[in-house]
C-alpha cells in the first residue's frame, strides 16, 4: 500500500491562499483518484477535489473556483492550490488514492483560517 505524506497546512488569514502538497511514496500514474478531502471539528469528512488519471476534476461546491487540484508525476505528488480562503475552510485536509479499489489516506495536515 503506498504511503501519503501531507503538507503545506498552517495559519492563513481570510482571503489568503496556502498550497497543500501530498507526497507518495511511490509512482503515482497508476491510481485510478486521487483527491483531496477535509474534516473539521464536528462535522463528517467531506470532498474537497478530485483527480482522476486521465485529468478529469471534480470539486466540492464550498470550494468551486477557488480551489485547484493538479498533480506532478515526476514528483509523485499531488497539490491542491487553495486561493480566497474562508474561515469555513477551516479543517484537517486528508490526501487519498484509490487503485483498484484499494484506498490510501495520508495523516492530514491542519488548515485553519482566521477571519
Known amino acids: 500500500q503506498v504511503q501519503l505524506v501531507e503538507s503545506g497546512g498552517g495559519l492563513v488569514q481570510a482571503g489568503g491562499s496556502l498550497r497543500l502538497s501530498c507526497a507518495a511514496s511511490g509512482s503515482i500514474v497508476s491510481f485510478d483518484n486521487m483527491g483531496w478531502y477535509r474534516q473539521a471539528p464536528g462535522k463528517q469528512r467531506e470532498l474537497v477535489a478530485i483527480l482522476s488519471r486521465v485529468g478529469s476534476t471534480n470539486y466540492g461546491d464550498s470550494v468551486k473556483g477557488r480551489f485547484t487540484i493538479y498533480r506532478d508525476n515526476a514528483k509523485n505528488t499531488l497539490y491542491l492550490q487553495m486561493m480566497s480562503l474562508k474561515p469555513e475552510d477551516t479543517a484537517v485536509y486528508y490526501c487519498?488514492?484509490?487503485?483498484?479499489?484499494?484506498?490510501?489516506w495520508g495523516q492530514g495536515t491542519q488548515v485553519t483560517v482566521s477571519s
Open positions: 487519498n488514492a484509490v487503485r483498484l479499489h484499494i484506498i490510501s
